[in-house]
């Protein structure tokens, strides 16, 4: 699916109007690196009859699959999206086309990856893989990985790690994600990582999410979210008001 408004028009015909998009991610590793699809709502000519279509048969096809968010054609479509829906009424929250942040796998360079009670540490296992270095901190307890708890252990493990040429990905825990506990625990700030990002529950209380990040945002601005959905969650939701872009992986260079 190329053009989406094309797309409409040709199924509904030219007065046919796209009034919003929507991803739906389902699948991956606990909802990370989920398979992605386009649920599109349109309008009639009759106002009395909204449709809501969800692409299937041909046009059901994974959005990776036709449309990389990592080629020109995702960047394409997407602004072609954001000029004509500038010009619409205001969206509604489930309306919002989120940015993307794609993670530069730097050598030497470390990314802390913070989530509630033991969230962080298989999406941080999972950025790692075979070309990443593991290490965990704050609130989670493994034997799977080495240890960052402060600003020494940080940089001793940057060192190792552009020597060998490899990114470092640390999964921080937050326990329950108490804001005045986030807020008064400064080891973040003190580590100084070089990426900050949030893995996140859809499914949990936007106030509260608001709440975490909002505290851990005071160590260090937050460059991205990770969408824990589960198989029948759609990520986009709520936690697209925190105004953050989601993260996709990127090439190790």
Do not use: C, N
């Not at 490899?166 to 921080?172: E, G, K, N, Q």
Request: net charge neutral.
């Amino acid at each position: 699916m190329g053009d989406p408004v094309a797309h409409v028009r040709r199924l509904h015909g030219p007065s046919a109007r796209l009034v919003r998009i929507d991803e739906v991610r389902t699948g991956g590793i606990g909802g990370f690196f989920a398979r992605r699809y386009l649920d599109l709502v349109v309008e009639l000519p009759d106002p009395d009859i909204p449709s809501t279509q969800t692409l299937d048969d041909e046009a059901a096809v994974p959005v990776g699959e036709r449309l990389s968010t990592q080629g020109a054609g995702f960047g394409r479509v997407l602004g072609d999206l954001e000029s004509m829906l500038a010009t619409r009424r205001p969206l509604s929250r489930s309306a919002a086309v989120p940015r993307i942040a794609v993670l530069r796998r730097a050598p030497g360079e470390l990314v802390m990856i913070a989530g509630l009670l033991g969230e962080a540490l298989p999406v941080a296992a999972h950025l790692a893989g075979a070309t990443g270095i593991l290490r965990i901190g704050g609130g989670l307890e493994s034997r799977a990985a080495g240890r960052i708890d402060d600003r020494r252990q940080a940089v001793l493990q940057k060192a190792e790690a552009e020597e060998a040429g490899l990114p470092v990905f640390l999964a921080w825990g937050l326990g329950s994600g108490d804001p005045a506990h986030i807020a008064a625990d400064t080891r973040v700030r003190q580590i100084a990582p070089d990426r900050l990002w949030v893995a996140i529950d859809p499914a949990r209380k936007h106030d509260d999410t608001k709440a975490w990040v909002g505290a851990l945002a005071q160590h260090r601005p937050v460059d991205a979210y990770l969408p824990l959905a589960g198989p029948h969650t759609a990520s986009a939701g709520t936690v697209g008001l925190l105004g953050l872009p989601r993260g996709e992986p990127g090439p190790l260079g």
